[in-house]
């Protein structure tokens, strides 16, 4: 497999502009259509239209949106997976993950990426991507939901931890790698960095932070 991956950790400082441009050339196309898949369904979709205006500043369009907790419409999968791109939204991470799994997009969303199609992931819909979930923990979230398997798509070989340096500092991501596979890097992102991923080329963009088994890399 060779992925095209954008995982931010947030994306409404001035600094992610430029993993917005990143992204852009990783779709490839003008006016690129790109789905929306948020961690929880909102009242009247409200977090849906503010990044819809979002993407159409980058002159993409956010369409459709599918919800999979509540107001969940079976036939948009199709619809979604023709997209260009496929947005995962922030949230709760195990919230994301459990829904992804009961409406058996884990296996479809895989299969998309094999086939080209761009992942954009953002905090906790970029920590889907990764092996395990486990690092949402450093961003306080919380198990609401009954889920005790965290492995996630694991399209990545790391771990990715948003929002280091507000949520969490070096210290605590250090002790979490310490639990982690012995040769498995987690990166520390702050707030207006991220990572690109290009098939085999990983792309690090701002002050991301590399650690291994608590060693800075």
Known sequence: MMPKLCLYSEQLSCDARRIDQLLLELIGKPRARIGFIPSAAAPGDAFYYSQ???YAR?????SPCVNLDQRFVPQRIDELLQCDAIHLSGGNTHHSLFWLRRRGLTALLLDY???GGVLIGVSAGAIVMTPEIASCQLCGDERDIDLSDLCGLALTDFGFAPHFGRAFDLAALQTFSRDREPERIVYGCPDGAGIVIDGD??????????????VVQ
């Open 113 to 115: 990426v094999e086939r």
């Open 58 to 62: 980058l002159g993409a369009k956010l």
């Open 201 to 214: 080329r990983v792309q690090l963009v701002g002050d991301v932070v590399a650690v291994k088994a608590g």
């Open 52 to 54: 819809r205006e979002y």
